[in-house]
């Protein structure tokens, strides 16, 4: 199944203003875009694990899926 979200743009949200969450609302995960909200990114490490995980192509949108 395709997502119909960009892996690029979750990238540079994440770059930006991840430790905010902005990235987690764009892929649909908004129960943890409200912690990261609320804590600061998990305090820089949640940030810092998605925007590797973004980067090596493993992070999902809510289906389980993010496109290329």
């Known amino acids: 199944m395709e997502s119909t979200k960009s892996r690029l743009v979750a990238l540079l949200l994440c770059i930006f203003v991840g430790y905010l ?23 820089g490490i949640g940030f810092l694990i ?14 389980g899926t993010l496109n290329r």
């Not at 969450?21 to 305090?43: A, S």
């Not at 998605?50 to 289906?63: N, R």
């Open 21 to 43: 969450g902005i990235h987690r609302f764009y892929v649909g995960k908004t129960g943890t875009g409200i912690l990261w909200l609320l804590t600061g990114g998990l305090f």
């Open 50 to 63: 998605d925007l590797i995980m973004i980067i090596v192509g493993s992070f999902t949108d809510q289906t």
